[in-house]
Nanobody, 124 residues
Framework: QVQLVESGGGLVQAGGSLRLTCAAS????????MGWFRQAPGKEREFVAA????????AYADSVKGRFTLSRDNAKMTVWMQMNSLKPEETAAYYC?????????????????WGQGTQVTVSS
């Protein structure tokens, strides 16, 4: 089993930055793709970004390209998502997920393990 714990969420003004952390424990996730998804109130969960196991292959939703950056440290089993220039419409619960797949995937059906989420609120 894999446990994922997100942290780093909070309240930030529009244009501000936050760095989310996803810490994994239990079974090793060093070979897993790690992804981030978000769900705003009344909306479906959507893909935000994902990073391959070596950290050199990433995918981002078009809406966050150029503003969000993923990184990972396999020795620490930790993934970070740096979010810059945040917008009020990005207020959501952000979830970390792990997929036992080689290719970076954006569909949540590929992801085997999920964290409980961390709330990000962007004020206007």
């Amino acid at each position: 089993q894999v446990q994922l714990v997100e942290s780093g969420g909070g309240l930030v003004q529009a244009g501000g930055s936050l760095r989310l952390t996803c810490a994994a424990s239990g079974r090793s996730v060093t070979s897993y793709v790690m992804g981030w998804f978000r769900q705003a109130p009344g909306k479906e969960r959507e893909f935000v970004a994902a990073i391959g196991w070596r950290g050199d292959n990433t995918a981002y939703a078009d809406s966050v390209k150029g503003r969000f950056t993923l990184s990972r440290d396999n020795a620490k089993m930790t993934v970070w998502m740096q979010m810059n220039s945040l917008k009020p419409e990005e207020t959501a619960a952000y979830y970390c997920a792990a997929a036992n797949t080689i290719a970076v995937r954006s569909s949540e059906s590929w992801y085997n393990y999920w964290g409980q989420g961390t709330q990000v609120t962007v004020s206007s």
